[in-house]
């Protein structure tokens, strides 16, 4: 079986380093760490428990952790690829995984997860993250932990348009970013200015999410009610427009 990766999926590619041990966490099908290893960007390594693998799929849910199993013997990787059921990271410090990806889950739900295990914030960890709603809560978490964001790429499929973002403990000394209410939502301009294409999604991500702020403030404006979050935000948004 080859995989092939949707272009969500294909943003977390560029951040996983050779060499290391993946954990995929809310696997699914396993497509993500399948695709690493038939690529040849994975590589077996020994874990803490002496087995030689290249990563960790793991899911909460059963029928997930099933159909990856199905699809890894599909592709020929059992011996490389250990599937696992926890509650996000519990138990995988067993296997110390260096490189860690978490898609498809709310930002808050990320942060939280991260929050439940601390053994991830040490030098050499990497998190790879795309977060489906409040991006602004889980960029507001790994800078106030301590977290330097070391990249943000955007992908679209259909209608909606994705953000990715690689994060690493930050070393000593370092100074973090301060961020506008609308980088906090939509990313900092500084990871898109050199490349069309991600310009092009990132004008029409502030678009998107300035229409939806927009719309939110003014129903509650109608309802009587206080928008002052809302009007940082669209404030914010417009000028962030304006700079591209």
Not at 89 to 114: N, S
Not at 187 to 208: H, M, N
Not at 210 to 225: C, M, N, S, V
Request: net charge neutral; aromatic share 6%; glycine share 6%.
């Amino acid at each position: 079986m080859s995989v092939k990766l949707t272009p969500r999926l294909m943003t977390a590619v560029p951040y996983v380093r050779g060499g290391r041990l993946v954990a995929d966490i809310g696997t699914d099908h396993a497509y993500l760490p399948i695709y690493l290893c038939q690529q040849r960007k994975l590589t077996p390594v020994t874990v803490k428990n002496g087995e030689s693998l290249c990563a960790i799929a793991a899911d909460i849910n059963k029928g997930p952790v099933e159909r990856a199993d199905q699809h890894i013997a599909e592709a020929r990787l059992t011996p490389y690829i250990r599937t696992i059921q926890p509650d996000g990271l519990t138990g995988l410090d067993a296997y110390d995984p260096e490189d860690i990806i978490i898609f498809g889950m709310g930002g808050e739900l990320i942060a939280a997860i991260l929050e439940a295990a601390p053994w991830v914030h040490t030098a050499g960890k990497r998190l790879i993250l795309q977060p489906m709603t409040h991006a602004e809560k889980l960029r507001e978490y790994l800078l106030k932990m301590g977290y330097a964001i070391v990249g943000e790429t955007l992908s679209r499929e259909g209608d909606r348009i994705y953000q990715t973002l690689c994060a690493e403990p930050a070393p000593e000394g370092y100074t973090p970013p301060t961020l506008s209410p609308a980088e906090l939502a939509v990313g900092q301009k500084s990871f898109r200015v050199t490349d069309p294409e991600q310009k092009a999604l990132y004008a029409a991500l502030i678009d998107k999410t300035l229409r939806t702020e927009t719309y939110i403030r003014d129903t509650r404006r109608r309802a009587g009610q206080k928008t002052p979050e809302q009007d940082l935000l669209v404030v914010s948004l417009t000028a962030l427009r304006n700079q591209l």
